[in-house]
């Protein structure tokens, strides 16, 4: 059965459209398909968005971290990343050959366990991989920094749900010695699929853009490392550049459709809103809610989409529950199963109406907050 309300669709104005159509023409006449002005574009206005002096486009996300991670050589070396998180935060380690030490988030919000990741540090420990899962940044930042200076670990944000979140004014991206973005369907902004490394690190930035490109040295005319076609192609950082230029509507939308759901959810005995401290300005990649323990998610998402044509799903399994990592040690890591276990993510995208959100709203509160 097709939903009436999906629980997701990616928005695009209508002149990003024409624009969009306008330059891909443009590009394929010029049969410049890699390496040309729209690259060299899109990554200065990326970097000035971030506030950085590099943006280094590639093909995804997962290989965005996967760069970062191996120009740290964390080869045999542990790497702290929340459980509570998408697969390739953990997998994008193994990739670059180090250990994931898996991290428990806080018992009622999406925040890393500070605590918890303090206690696991090892002498065998060589950073972090700071996931802001929906957008939401760890209001405890600062904290997080001081722990990574002290001793001697580097800080590595996955910023795939992040684009346009904030901690105390300061944009996701900025936060730590280098920041991945992905360009997902799902994901802020799209072309298809994409992702981007930003850092002012000048050595970083320059081994990324050797890994992209099979890793050949432009300046020693050779191959000195591995690499791949990790590159993005003219054509999606085309699409990419100009639906920049919607950025700024669709995280006012996001917001705007955020606050409404909080207005008429925030008083429910039975569901708990996530929310974020006042220091920080989430993206709204996605509005999730935490069920009360008694609830049975699976059932509730049956009955939204049979009986109210409306899709809901949960944020992530925990990484630790995926049969793929089963070999990582996964004990205390209770507070992250609690969390995204019952979590329950609403429709939410640019376009989304005000009538469909009160459908969503009504059905929560009908089979949810006063069951029959």
């Known amino acids: ?146 722990i990574c200076r002290k001793h001697g670990l580097f800080l590595l944000e996955d910023a795939a749900h992040a684009l346009g979140s904030e901690i105390n004014n300061m944009p996701a991206g900025c936060l730590g010695d280098a920041a991945c973005f992905s ?21 970083l930035a320059d081994y990324a853009k050797q890994k992209r490109l099979f890793g050949w040295n432009h300046e020693k005319g050779l191959v000195d490392t591995y690499g791949n076609d990790w590159f993005l192609d003219e054509i999606r950082c085309s699409i990419l550049l100009n639906h920049m230029n919607d950025l700024e509507y669709i995280l006012a939308n996001r917001k705007k459709l955020a606050d409404y759901y909080t207005k008429y959810l925030k008083d429910c005995r039975r569901i708990k809103i996530l929310m974020c401290d006042d220091s920080v300005k989430p993206s709204h990649y996605q509005y999730a809610v935490l069920l009360n323990p008694d609830i049975d998610r699976d059932h509730v998402i049956k009955v939204f989409k049979s009986k109210y044509k409306i899709a809901v799903k949960g944020i992530y399994r925990p990484c630790h529950e995926e049969p793929v990592f089963s070999h990582l040690i996964n004990k205390d890591l209770h507070h992250t199963e609690n969390v995204l276990n019952k979590s329950l993510c609403l429709p939410f995208y640019c376009g989304l109406t005000q009538n469909q959100q009160d459908r969503v709203i009504s059905a929560i509160l009908s089979e949810i907050e006063n069951p029959s």
């Open 1 to 146: 059965m097709t939903e009436d309300i999906p629980l997701f669709r990616q928005y695009y104005s209508k002149e990003t459209i024409v624009k969009i159509k306008t330059d891909i023409e443009s590009c394929l006449n010029d049969s410049i398909l890699m390496f040309g002005p729209r690259t060299e574009d899109l990554e200065k206005k990326f970097a000035g968005l971030i506030g950085v002096k590099h943006a280094i486009s590639v093909n995804s996300c997962t290989t965005a971290l996967t760069i970062c991670l191996s120009y740290f050589e964390i080869q045999s070396r542990q790497i702290l990343v929340p459980s509570a998180s998408f697969i390739t935060s953990v997998s994008s380690i193994e990739f670059a050959g180090g250990h994931p030490v898996l991290v428990d988030t806080k018992s009622d919000s999406l925040d890393l366990n500070i605590d918890d990741l303090e206690k696991k540090i090892t002498p065998e420990t060589k950073g972090v991989l700071w996931v802001h899962l929906l957008g939401h940044i760890n209001k405890e930042y600062d904290r997080l920094k001081n």
């Open 183 to 203: 360009f997902y369907p799902t994901k802020i902004l799209s072309c298809g699929s994409g992702g981007m490394i930003t850092t002012n690190n000048d050595d």
